[in-house]
């Protein structure tokens, strides 16, 4: 037999279902553009029935719960591909500041210093006696020579500055495990109520969106047994090259540690674990990017690297100095009369043009103890015109013997050495820097590439999701005028209720 | 599957920024008037437009060496003009001298002006151009002709040598005094290494020309020389009958003498001038082989920045074409996403 009220209560039931419905309606419609939102359902059933006579009579709503709208599966997904577009991205990015420290096809890059520098050698031939024509050849070589070194310094601060990125991105890493960790916890303290944590649950999705872009992780969620309540007890967890970086409430943090030094003796960062020695080898995002990019040697299957190019413009360096000054190709073989063989008007012989450092001929070729050695010393970062020549315009060696100073033949020799095809493998000095930057390009558009069909896949793998979780506000709206007419009737039907009331209790009692 | 407003909006956003990278792309296209901004742009377009730059660039720097070869070439050839005139009139007094009818007065006036059409021949032999001395050979700075005084007589000296060492001198000279100043000097004669000194001047890739005439190629490096012929005319008109000649195809050298006969000595200018044709022949070629070269370079000059623009520079139309479509295809995306962004169910609901 059911309370005299009970026609109120199932009313009342109705209002609050209705009304919990509007609030998670509302709730949608102003969390549309909230980052990571996902909408929320109100998830009702009939309450239990009572039975009048012999038949049951319903008691109206009853919300068990107001659900959050996600695949998990969509999820995974995501963070499976958004690494791959960390790094592409990253490596695209660092690419294109290359090819603006290269800055070809320019009027300023290596390509038209050499080509100033050729003319001033043809000029000279032309007129070897000329100091204006001397003036200019120092000029260009020296031009030559600043152009290599500030290209290599800006390739080597590129690399410092990527190494701080790793660090900041360490960190980064840090504070988002940090983060997740204490969200596990509320969530888990949340839930042990009974309660729904969504918000908390989006908000440690959006992390691990972010931080699956910087570096290659796994996350689930994985049962670790049974709650007192019957529930499944449920941990969190991240891992990281097969350790956790969160489990559960707790979370380990990764350290950058000094690694290796680069060419110049700066530090360069490796990551490791805090409580172990375990290295951290970044198998993707913008940490594998920033790592490719810091150390690829372009060798054994390594990306190709800052170092890959710094290599590159030493071995122009070393090459091209040894051929100008000696005649020596890259295979070690004298082809013809370089600078040290030729005589300047003063009569002097055996001058390097291009040593390091501004060190003089004598102190050059007594760096290493043999030729070879001495030139392994050059680097694109420390070439220079020797100081023999800058301090002393005589000193070029444009004549083939001692005393004529009309005798143009070493100056046409070298001349013939800057134009030969047997310099390097790829040809002639043009070809060669031709060659590194055509790769450069190469890279380049490789990269991009890749990073615009991973933008394309991960913003197909967001679309799927938002499919799913983001918020329709045609849908919600339509929701809300369904929800206000059953708020409405309910509120009705408590109008009717009353009249009841009235009745039975104010007529019948008089 | 469910469409909800972020996808549109996201959508929107994605499409709309396509566009906009690609009208940018176009715009930058059209602001620098060249395809290629960076490498990977168009790695095989940046290394062609490279190479073509160092092309150009030499092609450039050969033409200014062809234009230099041929200034060096024209004062050259203003020697040589100068040299026949000098021979030509010398001819015309030598012919003038050895008629009977003339005076010793006479002969001192035609002594006087063949002495000074000798002095006429050093300064020629000393031409220099843009400062530098073309006839000595690498010897650029250094004056290659003078007259020096000696116990036997004036002598030329060639670049701090002895032109011609041999002789002629003068038949009253003693044939001791000769042996002692042929041997005293026998280091000062020309050797292999003053001779064959091309200056050679890069006009392209693989061709070369040289600019330089030597002086011994012109003006002999013995008794038959120009100036040979010069001195035995001033001894016959000094009056000398006779003039000696070291021999050194004997050891040791010793002193030949010859009849001294003005008549002969016509033969002897002849060949001078024969000598002077042929250097001038040589010349002439060599100066029609450079302006040959500067026909080619300024082809290939042509060949190659067009060459360059095809490669690297955008067709204008063309970018106009594409900047136009492509913004309005801009437009129109932005058009359709302010459509699809703003209505909703919202703006129905009253």
């Known amino acids: 037999m059911a309370s005299t009220f009970a026609g109120l209560a199932i009313s009342a039931n109705g209002l609050y279902a209705s009304q919990s419905a509007l609030y998670t309606t509302n709730s949608n419609i102003s969390n549309a553009d909230t980052p990571g939102y996902s909408r929320q359902v109100v998830n009702q059933t009939n309450g239990y029935a009572f039975s009048q006579g012999n038949v049951m009579i319903g008691t109206g709503p009853e919300v068990v719960s107001v659900d959050r709208m996600r695949d998990e599966y969509i999820d995974k997904k995501y963070w499976a591909e958004n690494p791959s577009l960390g790094e592409w991205e990253t490596k695209s990015n660092i690419l294109l500041e290359i090819e603006g420290i290269f800055a070809e096809p320019s009027t300023s890059g290596i390509n038209s210093v050499m080509s100033d520098f050729y003319s001033a050698l043809e000029v000279l031939s032309t007129n070897p006696t000329g100091m204006a024509e001397r003036a200019l050849l120092l000029q260009t070589g020296t031009a030559m020579c600043e152009t290599l070194n500030d290209t290599a310094q800006k390739l080597v601060d590129l690399q410092q500055q990527i190494n701080n990125d790793i660090n900041m991105k360490v960190n980064e890493i840090n504070s988002i495990g940090d983060q997740i960790a204490k969200l596990n916890e509320q969530i888990y303290e949340l839930e042990l109520t009974g309660a729904n944590a969504n918000e908390l649950r989006d908000e440690r999705d959006l992390l691990v969106d972010e931080l699956s872009k910087i570096i290659e992780i796994q996350a689930e969620e994985v049962k670790v047994g049974t709650l007192p309540n019957g529930q499944a007890d449920t941990k969190f967890q991240i891992t990281l090259n097969g350790h956790y970086l969160v489990n559960g409430s707790s979370s380990n943090k990764l350290e950058t540690y000094n690694a290796d030094t680069s060419s110049t003796g700066q530090p360069l960062y490796g990551i490791k674990w805090e409580d172990s020695d375990i290295v951290v080898d970044p198998k993707g995002g913008e940490l594998k990017g920033c790592f490719d990019l810091r150390d690829g040697t372009g060798e054994n299957s390594e990306y190709k690297g800052i170092p890959y190019y710094l290599e590159e413009l030493d071995e122009f360096a070393r090459t091209f100095a040894m051929a100008f000054n000696e005649g020596v190709y890259g295979d070690g073989v004298k082809y013809s009369e370089g600078h040290a063989d030729g005589y300047g008007l003063d009569g002097s012989t055996g001058t390097r043009f291009f040593t390091y450092d501004n060190m003089s001929s004598d102190d050059f070729m007594a760096s290493g103890s043999d030729m070879e050695s001495a030139y392994d010393n050059i680097t694109a970062l420390n070439i220079s015109v020797s100081s023999d020549v800058e301090n002393d315009l005589n000193k070029i060696a444009a004549s083939s013997k001692s005393g004529e100073e009309g005798n143009n033949e070493n100056i046409k020799s070298i001349i013939d050495i800057c134009n030969d095809t047997k310099m390097f493998n790829q040809g002639s000095a043009d070809d060669y820097i031709n060659s590194v930057l055509t790769t450069l390009g190469t890279e380049n558009q490789h990269a991009t590439g890749k990073m615009n069909n991973e933008a394309n896949l991960v913003q197909q793998i967001e679309y799927t999701r938002l499919s799913v979780s983001s918020v329709s506000i045609d849908e919600e709206m339509s929701n809300m005028v369904r929800y206000q007419q059953t708020y409405e009737a309910a509120a009705k039907m408590i109008d009717v209720w009353k009249e009841i009331y009235e009745v039975t209790i104010n007529e019948i009692g008089g | ?350």
């Not at chain 2, 005439?213 to 009958?241: P, S, W």
């Open chain 2, 1 to 350: 599957m469910r469409v909800t407003n972020s996808m549109l909006s996201q959508n929107v956003i994605w499409n709309i920024n396509k566009n906009l990278t690609y009208m940018n792309e176009l715009n930058i296209q059209m602001a620098t008037g060249k395809k290629i901004q960076k490498p990977s742009d168009d790695p095989v377009c940046t290394a062609k437009s490279l190479e073509y730059r160092t092309y150009i660039s030499q092609i450039e720097q050969y033409e200014k060496n062809a234009e230099d070869a041929l200034g060096w070439m024209k004062v050259t050839e203003q020697a040589l003009d100068g040299i026949e005139d000098v021979i030509g009139r010398t001819r015309e007094l030598t012919v003038q001298a050895s008629s009977e009818s003339l005076s010793e007065s006479d002969y001192e006036v035609i002594a006087i002006e063949i002495e000074q059409l000798e002095a006429q021949l050093i300064e020629i032999g000393n031409y220099s151009y843009a400062g530098r001395y073309v006839f000595g050979g690498y010897g650029t700075n250094t004056l290659p002709f003078e007259v020096i005084d000696t116990p036997v007589g004036d002598e030329i000296m060639y670049k701090d040598s002895y032109l011609s060492l041999g002789g002629p001198y003068a038949g009253s000279v003693e044939d001791d005094e000769i042996l002692a100043f042929y041997s005293a000097n026998e280091d000062k004669i020309l050797t292999e290494d003053d001779k064959n000194q091309d200056i050679m001047y890069n006009i392209g890739r693989s061709s070369e020309v040289d600019v330089n005439v030597e002086g011994y190629e012109i003006f002999g490096d013995d008794e038959k020389g120009i100036f040979g012929t010069f001195q035995k005319i001033e001894m016959a008109l000094a009056g000398e009958t006779e003039y000696k000649v070291v021999n050194d195809s004997v050891s040791p050298p010793v002193v030949e003498t010859y009849e001294l006969e003005l008549t002969e000595l016509l033969e002897d200018l002849d060949e001078n001038l024969n000598q002077v044709l042929a250097v001038r022949a040589d010349l002439g070629a060599k100066m029609s082989y450079v302006e040959l070269t500067q026909n080619r370079l300024s082809d290939e000059y042509v060949t190659y920045t067009g060459l360059m623009s095809m490669n690297e520079d955008v067709d204008m139309a063309e970018v106009a074409m594409e900047l136009a479509s492509a913004q309005s295809v801009y437009e129109a995306s932005l058009a359709a996403g302010s459509k699809i962004i703003l209505p909703s169910l919202a703006d129905f609901i009253t």
